[in-house]
Nanobody, 124 residues
Framework: QVQLVESGGGLVQAGGSLRLSCVAS????????MGWYRQAPGKQRELVAT???????TYADSVKGRFTISRDNAKNTVYLQMNSLKPEDTFVYSC??????????????????WGQGTLVTVAS
């Protein structure tokens, strides 16, 4: 079994910073893309940022220049550094990863996994 566990959410004043972390654990062969998404209650989940295994990144327009996604492949961890936070950044943030595991037939199977989510609240 593989799972993702996030940490680092909390309450911060507008203009402040937070750093989210997400660690993948289990019988991992390799991890392809990793990313962060966010969702408000009753709303659709939206992409925040993604990063490939080679480090290529993409960002939502709303966070460009303020948020930075990075990963440590040796630690199976993805980070989201959030600066200049705004009240409209208040969401539950979840990490996502496409993880390769070796099956019983010795082939690599790719599984998509989500973390449980961590709440980020930005006070005005």
């Amino acid at each position: 079994q593989v799972q993702l566990v996030e940490s680092g959410g909390g309450l911060v004043q507008a203009g402040g910073s937070l750093r989210l972390s997400c660690v993948a654990s289990g019988s991992i062969f390799r991890i392809n893309s990793m990313g962060w998404y966010r969702q408000a209650p009753g709303k659709q989940r939206e992409l925040v940022a993604t990063i490939t295994s080679l480090g290529t990144t993409t960002y939502a327009d709303s966070v460009k220049g303020r948020f930075t996604i990075s990963r440590d492949n040796a630690k199976n961890t993805v980070y989201l550094q959030m600066n200049s936070l705004k009240p409209e950044d208040t969401f539950v943030y979840s990490c996502n990863a496409v993880i390769g595991v070796i099956g019983s037939d010795a082939t690599v199977n790719y599984l998509e996994r989500w973390g449980q989510g961590t709440l980020v609240t930005v006070a005005s």
